[in-house]
Nanobody, 125 residues
């Protein structure tokens, strides 16, 4: 069964940090770009970040640039999202998705079927 499982979310105070993980099972991530998107109640889905299959190219939404860092470890079949300087507006369920490349991710994240259950990030004092 092909699965992407997100983890690492939790409750954190503003200014805090979290590291999200996206782990694949049933397939290798080696040939896929991986993107993160988030969904907050009452808000539109937002693309957050994407990393190319090689890890050589990364891109970020303006809202998280300079605060979030995406990385991957193909040996562990996993992608990570390091989130620093968290703000209340970062509160959302975060999901990861596998696409052929990041251009495909950014053009389609709004319509992607959710594979996993996501991981909830709550930023609150």
């Amino acid at each position: 069964q092909l699965q992407l499982v997100e983890s690492g979310g939790g409750l954190v105070q503003p200014g805090g940090s979290l590291r999200l993980s996206c782990d694949a099972s049933g397939f290798t991530l080696d040939y896929s770009a991986i993107g993160w998107f988030r969904q907050a109640p009452g808000k539109e889905r937002e693309g957050v970040s994407c990393i190319s299959s090689s890890g050589g190219s990364t891109n970020y939404a303006d809202s998280v640039k300079g605060r979030f860092t995406i990385s991957r470890d193909n040996a562990k079949n996993a992608v990570y999202l390091q989130m620093n300087s968290l703000k209340p507006e970062d509160t959302a369920v975060y999901y990861c998705a596998a696409k052929p490349n990041c251009r495909s991710f950014w053009s389609s994240y709004r319509y992607l079927e959710v594979w996993g259950q996501g991981t909830l990030v709550t930023v609150s004092s």
